[in-house]
């Protein structure tokens, strides 16, 4: 699992990075909003922790473009005010939870699971993407004429590239989030890549998977 952690109080996130390290998280910390929002965009995270008060761009701010563009990514709000308004702010722009400063390190990590939770409980079983919906529970994928059946890593395997659109994905990271303990390779990714973009094809589908680079994969729309 790997974390983004936005706070212009270097110390204040150092720490956070240390303690998410200490409870086998990953991260990339940043100390402003402007490369919090560059950081979002350029790589695939997990659960996003943002202060509220920094230069460049605020933490709300941040957030707003994010959900602008379609990222759901989990996030965490921080400040250092108690007051509602602040609260109902990042709620109203689309945080998923808020957390005041000085805080209980237990308490955090407590934070960040119940997210990480939360997101895999509350995903839709259809996704859409260009013409095609993804069904997670029916393992299949249809244009509204055709429709045709996936195999269960497939499904999660597309699923995960399409919240991800846009985003190019190592396969490194495809087989943390898709095989984990399983035993999958670079092969293994690549194998399933070429399932799907047989599959995509079959259904004519206005989406593409595309390597930028050797084992990494990018889901974009078709012009």
Same mark, same amino acid.
């Given at each position: 699992?790997? =974390? ?23 991260? *990339?910390?940043? /100390? ?6 560059? +950081?979002?965009?350029? #790589?695939?995270?997990?659960? =996003? ?5 920094? $230069?460049?761009?605020? &933490? ?7 959900? *602008? @563009?379609?990222? #759901?990514? $989990? ?14 702010? &990042?709620?109203?722009? &689309?945080? *998923?939870?808020?957390?005041? +400063? $000085? ?26 993407? %260009?013409?095609?919906?993804? *069904?997670?529970?029916?393992?299949? =994928?249809? #244009? ?8 269960? !890593?497939?499904?999660?395997?597309? @699923? ?5 659109? %846009?985003?190019?994905?190592?396969? @490194?990271?495809?087989?943390? +989030?898709?095989?984990?303990?399983? %035993?999958?390779?670079? #092969? ?6 070429? /399932?799907?973009?047989? +599959? ?8 593409? =998977?595309?390597?930028? !680079?050797? /084992? ?8």
């Amino acid at each position: 699992m790997k =974390i983004l952690v936005a706070d212009d109080e270097r110390d204040i996130a150092d720490a956070i990075g240390i303690i998410l390290k200490f409870n086998n998280f990953e991260s *990339d910390v940043v /100390y402003d909003g402007t490369s919090a929002y560059s +950081k979002a965009n350029e #790589n695939v995270y997990d659960c =996003i922790v943002l202060d509220i008060m920094m $230069p460049g761009m605020d &933490g709300i701010d941040v957030l707003k473009k994010l959900r *602008d @563009e379609n990222n #759901n990514t $989990p996030v965490l709000m921080l400040t250092a005010k108690s007051q509602v308004a602040d609260k109902v702010n &990042g709620l109203n722009m &689309g945080a *998923d939870d808020y957390l005041t +400063k $000085p805080f209980n390190k237990d308490e955090f990590i407590a934070r960040i699971n119940v997210l990480l939770r939360r997101s895999k409980t509350y995903n839709s079983n259809t996704l859409s993407c %260009g013409n095609i919906v993804l *069904d997670t529970e029916a393992l299949k =994928i249809s #244009n509204g004429e055709t429709s045709l059946r996936l195999a269960g !890593k497939e499904v999660e395997l597309l @699923e995960y590239l399409i919240h991800n659109k %846009g985003k190019s994905i190592s396969a @490194e990271k495809l087989i943390e +989030k898709i095989w984990r303990d399983e %035993g999958g390779d670079s #092969n293994t990714v690549t194998l399933y890549i070429g /399932y799907l973009r047989n +599959k995509l094809k079959s259904v004519k589908a206005s989406v593409k =998977i595309v390597s930028d !680079k050797e /084992y990494e994969y990018c889901l974009q729309e078709t012009e």
